[in-house]
């Protein structure tokens, strides 16, 4: 099942982000306008500084423009207060990093459980939820491990579940093959593209990897010094996830959403 319409479901317009620094002003992202539609997976690419985590998170809600609008379903990041922002961060965006972020002495199970708690859902959903949200990623066996017992792989793909158990809209990943060896690399990508597919989920991701983007995207967007350098279509990426589709998924059965 792949959702993808044609009404955007993110729209940035001539997006800024502008650091200052004593004197001088870095435009780190400078004049991007974008559109991104539901079900999409997106790669941005780009070299070392050439502002993909900045942009990546305005479009979360982590930071805020310095001009330009970003419409999420008609709401405007730039312009909603922090309590809004803070919401929208809670329900809508799920985000998976280069470093996986697992808190060492918490339980993996605990680590997955702990978006839900802030979200206030009631103590007797989260178990479930939280299982469930790791069979996703094929590590309902390991709820009891502390991440450190954990493989790099395991962590991330662990990371991936705590970014889902809320039921966000939009997975963002700031590249989250950064740490790991190709295979395991791989590995989350087609996860990834699982999650993109089986739960009609749209995916950012920042990586500065092309082969992997190509491999799995369906749309690559590179950046260079702030700005967009080009944007298209990635269809070989699109014919593999169809025959991905045809062939029965393992976790078919696990699903994250009711
Ligand atoms: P990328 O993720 O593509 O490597 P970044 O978005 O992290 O790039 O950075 C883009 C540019 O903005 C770089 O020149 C970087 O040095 C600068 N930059 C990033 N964050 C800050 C900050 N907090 N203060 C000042 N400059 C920053
Ligand atoms: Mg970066």
Known sequence: MTTTSDKPLIHAQNVSRHYHLGDSTIPAVNDISLEIRPGEFVALLGSSGSGKSTFLNLLAGLDRPTSGAIHVR???????????LARYRRDTVGMVFQSFNLLPRMTLAEN?????RLAEVDRNDRAARVQSALEHVRLGARSRHRPPELSGGEQQRGAIARALVNRPTILFADE??????SVNGEQILLLLREIQTTLGMTIIMVTHERPLAEQFASRIVTLGDGKLKSDAP?????????NATAAPAQSASNEVRP
């Open 74 to 84: 008609g709401r405007n990041l730039a312009a909603i207060d922090p309590t809004e």
């Open 112 to 116: 997955v459980e702990l978006p839900l």
């Open 176 to 181: 989250p093959t950064g740490n790991l060896d």
């Open 234 to 242: 990635n269809s070989a990426a699109a014919v593999q996830s169809a």
